[in-house]
């Protein structure tokens, strides 16, 4: 018996040297810039040496993100537009968006819809882009939310390289109860782990209740707005109901500044303007 408690407490013991090991931060180094996946425009930072131009993420890579909006903001027309970018690095329906994929794949995934209307929208974001090489697409409407987690695992650790981007449309459906709170919790743990392992930033879209400034309901958005790099807000405009604004509701860097954008005619989300809301003032 003692034998077996100095073995488990050798392998605990080795096991917090590893955590200790991966998990300290040296003051005394120096860190670059964090990689950037996606931003909005630039800000110029002041430097001892010398000023910076940087780009103002709306994500980077090794951490997450979070699009909130209630019904009918067209949540699925602007994670379009975000992919869209992404792939194509720019185009003109993002206009200061700019993506920063370097030849990494974008893994997007839909929880709620059926197949066709899952094709529907990834075709949208490949017309867009102009190519659909790195890109890779898939409906889990079909499977219950321990085998997503599951699935999505498998994709990151065999179809994803470091420095790429996850979009999952439908982080609710992750769990079987939002307000559970220790599936909740685990599932953010899970997308933390994620993120870090893979170095992939994560796109989140969660729906959120009318009236509400919350994410969502229950626990899991409030969990998931604790750990978000950014938190990206969609409003239906006051002036235009055609338009929807889009805000950064809350970063732990620069925050964006807020933008606009439609559907055209053609059915597809496009940039107007970096334009406000006037009635807000």
């Not at 879209?205 to 958005?221: E, Y």
């Not at 707005?225 to 239906?236: D, F, G, N, P, Y």
Request: glycine share 8%; proline share 3%; charged share 25%.
């Amino acid at each position: 018996m003692q034998l077996r408690l100095d073995e488990q407490q050798t392998v605990q013991y080795l096991a917090m040297q590893s955590i200790e090991e991966d998990c300290t931060i040296d003051v005394n180094e120096k860190l670059e810039y964090p990689p950037v996946a996606l931003s909005f425009g630039e800000t110029l930072i002041k430097g001892r040496n010398k000023d910076m131009l940087l780009p103002i993420p709306l994500g980077t890579y090794g951490n997450l993100s979070c699009v909130t909006a209630p019904p009918k903001t067209k949540k699925t027309f602007f994670i379009s537009l975000l992919a869209s970018v992404y792939l194509s690095d720019k185009n003109h329906f993002g206009g200061n968006l700019k993506g920063h994929r370097k030849g990494k794949q974008l893994i997007h995934i839909d929880t709620e819809q059926g197949k066709w209307h899952c094709q529907r929208v990834f075709k949208r974001v490949a017309e867009m882009a102009g190519t659909s090489d790195g890109y890779l697409t898939y409906g889990l409407r079909r499977i219950g939310h321990k085998d997503r987690i599951e699935f999505i695992d498998y994709c990151l650790e065999n179809k994803a390289e470091n420095k790429s981007l996850l979009i999952i449309d439908g982080i609710a459906d992750l769990v079987s109860d939002v307000n559970n709170i220790e599936e909740s919790n685990a599932c953010v743990q899970k997308l933390m782990e994620w993120s870090a392992k893979y170095d992939v930033h994560i796109i989140n879209v969660i729906h959120q209740n009318f009236g509400s400034t919350k994410l969502g309901t229950g626990h899991l958005g409030s969990f998931l707005e604790k750990k978000a790099e950014t938190v990206i807000q969609l409003e239906a405009n006051t002036v235009n109901k055609e338009w929807i604004t889009v805000k950064c509701k809350r970063s732990r860097g620069y925050a964006f500044e807020t933008f606009s954008f439609k559907v055209n005619e053609m059915e597809l989300p496009e940039i107007i303007g970096d334009l406000y809301d006037p009635l807000e003032n």
